[in-house]
């Protein structure tokens, strides 16, 4: 079973910025789709960014022109830059990886935490 492990969250005031790591915990063949999703406390886990490895993004719209996603294909690592936080941007944030530009696939990260607060 392929585990990814994240890594870079923590707490950030308001218009602050944070980058999110992910890589897998052992070496595997190349993940085509991987990304970023998220949860807040009582919604649903929602698509943050996803990157494949050619390049073609999908970005939810609340994030756009915010964050950044981008991967290092030879190491499956992926990483999302974080600018101008808002505190509605506070959620768990999960690694994804195996799926498509819309869905989620089987390899999840187990959360790092993102609080956005003054």
């Known amino acids: 079973q392929v585990q990814l492990v994240e890594s870079g969250g923590g707490l950030v005031q308001p218009g602050g910025s944070l980058r999110l790591s992910c890589a897998p915990s052992?070496?595997?063949?190349?993940?085509?789709?991987m990304g970023w999703y998220r949860q807040a406390p009582g919604k649903q886990r929602e698509l943050v960014a996803v990157?494949?490895?050619?390049?073609?993004?999908n970005y939810a719209d609340s994030v756009k022109g915010r964050f950044t996603i981008s991967r290092d294909n030879a190491k499956n690592t992926v990483y999302l830059q974080m600018n101008s936080l808002k505190p509605e941007d506070t959620a768990v944030y999960y690694c994804?990886?195996?799926?498509?530009?819309?869905?989620?696939?089987?390899?999840w990260g187990q959360g790092t935490q993102v609080t956005v607060s003054s």
């Open positions: 994804n990886g195996g799926g498509t530009t819309w869905s989620a696939g089987t390899y």
């Open positions: 052992r070496n595997i063949f190349n993940i085509y789709v």
């Open positions: 990157m494949t490895s050619g390049g073609t993004t």
